[in-house]
């Protein structure tokens, strides 16, 4: 439970508990102990589950939000909600690619050369 704290340690708590406490006493402060620690355990579990609640939440207002959107066909309400941080609007990608494909000599070829010669002969031909 504690990693810092070895056995020589706990049994040196435990005589100067014993000391200070009295054997009569010294279980009742234990089972308070463990009362104390059991609260902090519930408290702690309690904020992690609130948090977890708020972090849902918010995905659900996003998940929404986008379900609302799509219900609605405002599709363009959601696209640059995504790409906002991309910096490059999606109609200006799409025109580019139709400027490069529609263009009659757009640099790019699409397939892979043709040899004037079959390479079979090519190598036949040489000594």
């Known amino acids: 439970m504690l990693p810092e704290i070895g056995a020589t340690e706990l049994m040196v708590i435990a005589a100067v508990a014993l000391i200070v406490v009295g054997p009569?006493?010294?279980?009742?402060?234990?089972?308070?102990?463990?009362?104390?620690?059991?609260?902090?355990?519930g408290m702690a579990s309690e904020f992690r589950a609130s948090f977890d609640d708020m972090a849902r939440q918010s995905e659900l207002d996003d998940l929404r939000r986008e379900v609302e959107?799509?219900?609605?066909?405002?599709?363009?309400?959601?696209?640059?909600?995504?790409?906002?941080?991309?910096?490059?609007?999606?109609?200006?990608?799409?025109?580019?690619?139709?400027?490069?494909?529609t263009a009659p000599d757009?640099?790019?070829?699409?397939?892979?050369?043709?040899?004037s010669e079959p390479a079979g002969e090519h190598e036949a031909s040489k000594p």
């Open 24 to 41: 009569k006493d010294l279980p009742m402060l234990m089972r308070k102990l463990g009362q104390f620690i059991a609260r902090l355990r």
């Open 69 to 101: 959107a799509m219900r609605s066909a405002r599709f363009a309400d959601i696209v640059p909600e995504a790409s906002s941080g991309l910096g490059v609007d999606a109609s200006e990608v799409m025109q580019e690619i139709n400027r490069s494909l």
């Open 106 to 115: 757009s640099g790019m070829q699409l397939h892979p050369p043709i040899a």
